[in-house]
């Protein structure tokens, strides 16, 4: 069975450094996109990068980047110079297709708040 | 801004009630998917729409339904309502079905 595996319930950073956020993920499926959203304490859900299984390069979207071990089932996401508004719940997803075409849906991790300290 | 729309925003009703959320997915997309976010459960797929079809289901419960109309918008339909339905549902909405699903505002469901 899929599943996504976030370990880290809290996390703190400090203005302007560096933060890796862990994913693992376990699946049979030869084919499969990860993800990772955003979720400020407003609610909504952002999306922020995406990783295809078969991609050779890691993904990058400005300052974040995925971390992707394929070997290891890990995507960890990376922020670089964290900003305040980076504060918010951070989730892992992965793409679960079905068994009909055109039929997919995420399974998500249970998420990882991070604080931005000043 | 995700280009997917939802409302109500908040809703608060009461055990027994029946309620409907709205969600018009972004334009030229086919797929709507419904989710909800609870504390205890996390985030869970619900159910899925691809062009007026369903075409995938998860955890969702009898008292829920569905469907998506010919303009492409979905409506979640919840009845009989519990305490414990009380979440956060989200919209999203894609293209095929490999693509990025793209979330909505939410509504947030108060059953008092």
């Known amino acids: 069975a899929q599943k996504i595996t976030q370990t880290q319930p809290g996390m703190f950073v400090q203005e302007k450094e560096a933060v890796t956020l862990d994913c693992t993920y376990d699946?049979?499926?030869?084919?499969?996109?990860l993800f990772w959203y955003k979720q400020p304490s407003s609610g909504e859900m952002i999306f922020l990068i995406y990783q295809g299984s078969y991609d050779q390069q890691n993904a990058t979207e400005g300052r974040y980047s995925l971390n992707f071990q394929k070997a290891r089932k890990s995507a960890n996401l990376v922020i670089s110079a964290s900003q305040l508004g980076d504060s918010a719940m951070y989730f892992c997803?992965?793409?679960?297709?079905?068994?009909?075409?055109?039929?997919?849906?995420?399974?998500f991790g249970s998420g990882t708040r991070l604080l931005v300290r000043p | 801004d995700s280009g997917v729309t939802q409302t109500p925003k908040h809703l608060i009703t009461a055990t027994g009630q029946r309620v409907t959320l709205r969600c018009s997915p972004r334009?030229?997309?086919?797929?709507v998917y419904w989710y909800q976010q609870s504390l205890d459960q996390g985030l869970q797929f619900l159910i899925q729409?691809?062009?007026?079809?369903?075409?995938a289901k998860g955890n969702i419960l009898e008292r829920f339904s569905a469907q998506q109309f010919p303009d492409l918008h979905s409506e979640l339909n919840l009845s009989s309502l519990e305490l414990g339905d009380s979440a956060l549902y989200f919209c999203a909405s894609g293209g095929t079905g490999k693509d990025t699903q793209y979330f909505g505002p939410g509504t947030r469901l108060t059953v008092l």
């Open positions: 334009s030229g997309d086919l797929s």
């Open positions: 729409y691809y062009n007026g079809e369903e075409r």
């Open positions: 997803a992965m793409r679960a297709p079905g068994r009909v075409d055109s039929s997919y849906k995420l399974i």
């Open positions: 699946t049979s499926d030869p084919s499969y996109g």
